[in-house]
């Protein structure tokens, strides 16, 4: 009898569509997690890419949120893995660096969105099934900063190398250590 509570119970959990989710900070990734599983999900969690590519190769997720900056490569090899290994894969790019470059690339890859930090369950969900863009967003009159507009460019050279810091660094014309620095800061605003 209760055999079959435990088979009853699988059939429940299997029927929930499955969401890889690839963040670095344990702490957020864990509340992260318990609030998509109690909005229907079956979650499986992992913190770096070289790890999320192992675990999606045995669970082919739905679902992904995928966190950009991460150590090693950053969450853009992923969505190209993940959108290789199944094209109807719904991708949503989480990171607390937001940056013009590193959303059109997401989207380019394959991301359906693209979200800042701190992003909760609910929008993250509302980013999975949304279809079409909004034309009604607020649009901003101020040129950005000169600041801003490094971080940028740092940004498209980043995603231009594969996350690569070093192959950046060298492209910028920078020390490694310098370019690690400006990247460990949060972007400057507009």
């Known amino acids: ?6 088979a009853k119970h699988r059939d429940t959990s299997d029927d929930l569509p499955t969401l890889l989710l690839v963040e670095d900070d344990a702490l957020f990734c864990q ?17 770096n890419v070289d790890e999320s590519i192992a675990l999606s190769e045995k669970i082919s997720p739905e679902f992904a949120v ?5 150590p090693g490569p950053s969450g853009l090899v992923l969505i190209k893995h993940l959108i290789a290994m199944d094209p109807h894969t719904r991708i949503v790019m989480l990171t607390g660096y937001a940056s013009i470059a590193t959303a059109v690339e997401a989207i380019k890859l394959g991301a359906i969105h693209y979200l800042s930090k701190p992003a909760d ?14 034309a009604d967003v ?21 995603s231009d190398h594969n996350g690569n810091i070093t192959g950046t660094a060298r492209a910028l014309g920078m020390h490694r250590r310098t370019l690690q620095r400006k990247l460990q800061k949060r972007p400057y605003s507009a």
């Open 121 to 134: 369950a609910d929008e993250v969900i509302a980013a999975f099934y949304r279809e079409k863009g909004d």
């Open 138 to 158: 607020d649009i901003s009159t101020r040129p950005l900063s000169v600041n801003r507009l490094e971080w940028e460019h740092i940004q498209k050279v980043l």
């Open 66 to 70: 995928v966190d950009l900056n991460m």
């Open 1 to 6: 009898m209760s055999g079959q509570k435990i």
């Open 31 to 47: 509340v992260m997690s318990r609030a998509l599983a109690k909005r229907g999900f079956k979650v499986e969690t992992a913190h």
